[in-house]
């Protein structure tokens, strides 16, 4: 993720903008800066999405820089999850600050979403893309 | 900033900033209108906050404001006549702040308490409630409002 040339990096209130990479092979991570809210819910959405066509099978979404979530926000985050589920890919979720844990745990979606502390542990909690069964011993 | 509407509420509103060369003290009351289309929510949401904070209020209570205030927004835009004001109003108190939103509506509109949205709101902030006004005599419009509060230290985890 490249810091925004234009000022300090946070978009516009109301906006989210988000970076697409690949961690691993078929583990992105899309990170989001910005309010999460009803109106930038398409751009979280389509760096989701964007993921998901390069070929990933889990997708970590890296909330570290996110200012606002709000309650549409959390409704997406669920959304993703089940989509992701259905689709045969798996969504992590990384952030520890206060603006992504307080809504989740007020509202104990944070028992419902896989809620990592930073983008490390999610991606060593995300399941290996083609893993094979384990040799008995 | 406003000029008064049939006001929701009983209580008197007054506009404006605190006394002069005292700056640390937050405003009592402050309203505010503004078309109520998506950018009035964030205009709320940041106001909220900001008042919370000059008051002092801890950051578990002013992220729960913020998130409270952009969610009761949100909700009454999408019943806003075409047209027409969000209208705020902040009173700050020593314990609480409380926040009364509303729009006009086109008919008795009102909000679906069983969303997502309304427990989200309701879980944020103590005491909400669905206040409307229904056209009287003199052909005053429908008004809904939510009235919320949040503590100086936030909500309560359960």
Redesign the interface.
């Known amino acids: 993720m490249h810091p925004d040339p234009h000022d300090d990096g946070v978009p516009e209130p109301g906006a989210a903008e988000v970076a697409v990479r690949e961690a691993a092979p078929g583990v992105h991570v899309v990170a989001v800066v910005g309010d999460v809210d009803a109106q930038s819910l398409g751009t979280v959405r389509l760096g989701v999405e964007r993921a998901l066509e390069a070929g990933a099978r889990a997708v970590v979404l890296d909330l570290t820089g996110v200012v606002l979530l709000a309650s549409a926000g959390m409704t997406l985050l669920l959304e993703l999850t089940d989509d992701l589920r259905l689709r045969g890919a798996e969504l992590l979720l990384a952030g520890s600050g206060r603006t992504v844990r307080r809504p989740l745990a007020v509202t104990g979606l944070d028992r419902a979403l896989a809620l990592h502390d930073d983008v490390p542990a999610a991606l060593a909690a995300a399941a290996p893309p083609a893993r094979h069964e384990s040799p008995q011993n | 900033m406003a000029r008064p509407e049939p006001p929701v509420t009983n209580g008197p509103v007054t506009c404006g900033s605190g006394v002069p060369g005292d700056r640390f003290d937050p405003p009592e009351d402050v309203e505010v209108r503004v078309p109520a289309g998506?950018?009035a929510?964030?205009t709320m949401?940041?106001v909220a906050a900001d008042l919370a904070a000059r008051a002092e209020f801890t950051?578990?209570a002013v992220?729960?404001l913020?998130?409270a205030v952009?969610?009761a927004c949100?909700s009454l835009i999408t019943l806003a006549r075409p047209d027409t004001r969000l209208t705020c109003t902040f009173n700050v108190h020593e314990e609480h702040i409380t926040v009364t939103a509303s729009v006009l509506t086109t008919g008795a509109e009102r909000l679906d308490t069983d969303s997502?949205?309304w427990?989200?709101?309701t879980?944020?902030a103590s005491d909400v409630r669905m206040l409307s006004a229904t056209p009287g005599q003199d052909g005053d419009p429908f008004r809904l409002a939510l009235r919320l509060s949040v503590e100086r230290l936030g909500?309560p985890?359960?």
């Open positions: 998506p950018r929510v964030i949401r940041t950051l578990d992220a729960d913020r998130m952009d969610e949100s997502f949205g427990r989200v709101l879980t944020l909500t985890l359960s």
